[in-house]
């Protein structure tokens, strides 16, 4: 049976910017994608990602710069789309909340819950932080009062008539969906999530008072509200899905997010789909943070980096195999660009770069006849060494080809085919080396997806000619 796949990033909100703490989430998912696109056909894979544009956040940060919010966000979000495409980011749609169709998906997504009776009219008194964009408790503040993960935005004190979520009533369902298998991954994520549900999850009001907030999906119930900024954005990935015939029972969807926001797509986003009775996400796959020299990457720190300046200055294949190899697939890592460009010698240039140097030049030299190799199709053995794509581990998968690369330096070193005089022992010998490498090259093409047609380039004929240098030293 094909099996059809939906995959999506977090979609970033269009208040300013990506920079490479964004840019680690798009690669893996990139990854992801093209290599299901491998085993299953282009035509089975659907891969969205976008800006999140509604919302307090983007408003006030329109408002600072005084122009208009929809401005702003086009704007933000043409340079979002830019840093995305300079990292080689294979979506099929770049989703924007602003756009027309998402508009209608989300506010008739949103009548359907009312009209299922998990949508009432209310009033809520309590605390809010402007850059989750969401409702706080007393007990996630730290003990200055402030949210942990924006120390240098002020909490809100809001009090207002709004639209309620009945979002407690899911907590059974909730709990069973955390505790099977596959469905919040990595396992460890399992315990966070379950003790939000037995703390108790309330109902969160889902509508912000127009007077207060106009920049937002009109309520589809009452024009005088606008829809919660996180129920609208997270119906952005049934809007791709439903619009594509990607949201049925034999399509496998998986969302990749950061441990941040993981919460409203491990809790929040399966109860508003069981309340309009839309197929649930089959994986949430939660990674860390990166730290760029130890120190949580912001405005405020002056340690911004956009992921163009690295791709501008190592090359987009440089910095996704960075990302990909040593990015925070389960933990929190600290990167720093000694560390990128450390890799980038010892890997890529002198690693994978070399390799193929070396045995491009010993067989353009042989004059032999290497005959003809097919890139497209996967045998078993290619296939074994996807395995760890199961478990989302792009970092093992690397690994694991860059063993058969120095397996196979090593092969070159111990054999010294440019000694060999024999003829038939030199066919032999650089026969095995060619096909090794020809076996590697067609594996990168998730990873490395320029760095794969070039190699493949030199490769694919019989008489093989010595390519361009792909990683010149630093
Ligand atoms: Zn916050």
């Not at 059974?172 to 108790?200: H, Y």
Request: charged share 30%.
């Amino acid at each position: 049976m094909i099996k059809k796949t939906l995959i999506t990033t977090a979609i970033d909100y269009a208040n300013d910017v990506i920079h490479i703490g964004h840019a680690y989430e798009k690669i893996l998912a990139d990854a992801f994608a093209r290599y299901q696109r491998l085993i299953n056909g282009k035509e089975n894979v659907g891969f969205v990602t976008g800006t999140d544009e509604h919302g307090t956040t983007n408003e006030k940060a329109a408002k600072k710069l005084g122009i208009e919010t929809q401005k702003h966000v086009d704007n933000i979000s043409d340079q979002n789309k830019k840093e995305i495409d300079a990292l080689d980011i294979s979506y099929n749609r770049f989703i924007r909340t602003t756009d027309e169709d998402h508009k209608k998906v989300a506010a008739d997504f949103f009548k359907k819950s009312f009209d299922n009776g998990d949508i009432y009219k209310g009033s809520y008194e309590g605390l809010y932080c402007e850059g989750c964009e969401s409702y706080k408790t007393l007990t996630e503040l730290n003990e200055n009062g402030q949210c942990t993960l924006h120390t240098t935005r002020e909490i809100q004190k809001y009090q207002e008539e709004n639209y309620f979520f009945r979002w407690a009533k899911y907590s059974d369902i909730l709990k069973t969906l955390v505790l099977s298998e596959r469905f919040v991954l990595p396992d460890g994520k399992k315990k966070e999530m379950l003790s939000f549900i037995e703390n108790g999850i309330q109902d969160i009001p889902v509508t912000r008072p127009k007077y207060k907030l106009p920049w937002g999906i009109t309520c589809p119930i009452d024009d005088s509200q606008v829809i919660y900024v996180w129920f609208d954005a997270l119906i952005n990935y049934f809007t791709y899905g439903s619009e594509n015939n990607l949201w049925d029972n034999e399509t496998e969807i998986v969302h990749f997010v950061g441990k941040d926001i993981a919460r409203w797509h491990v809790l929040l986003w399966p109860a508003m789909l069981a309340s309009v009775g839309y197929k649930l996400p089959t994986t949430i796959y939660v990674h860390g943070f990166i730290n760029l020299e130890g120190e949580k990457i912001s405005k405020s720190k002056g340690n911004v980096i956009k992921p163009s300046e690295l791709v501008n200055k190592y090359g987009v294949d440089a910095v996704r195999y960075y990302f990909l190899r040593y990015g925070p697939i389960v933990e929190d890592v600290d990167i720093s660009v000694k560390h990128l460009e450390d890799v980038y010698n010892g890997e890529l240039a002198n690693g994978l770069g070399n390799t193929v140097a070396r045995i491009a030049k010993l067989a353009q030299n042989s004059g032999i006849d290497f005959g003809d190799f097919d890139f497209a199709t996967f045998s078993g053995d290619d296939l074994k060494m996807f395995d760890q794509f199961h478990d989302f581990r792009v970092d093992l998968v690397i690994q694991n080809i860059w063993k058969k690369l120095s397996l196979l330096d090593k092969h070159i070193n111990e054999n010294e085919p440019w000694k060999i005089k024999d003829q038939d022992k030199l066919k032999e010998v650089l026969t095995y080396e060619v096909g090794e490498i020809r076996n590697i090259t067609k594996i990168l093409g998730p990873f490395l997806p320029s760095t794969q047609k070039k190699i493949e380039a030199v490769f694919n004929k019989s008489f093989i000619k010595v390519g361009e240098n792909l990683f010149p030293r630093l």
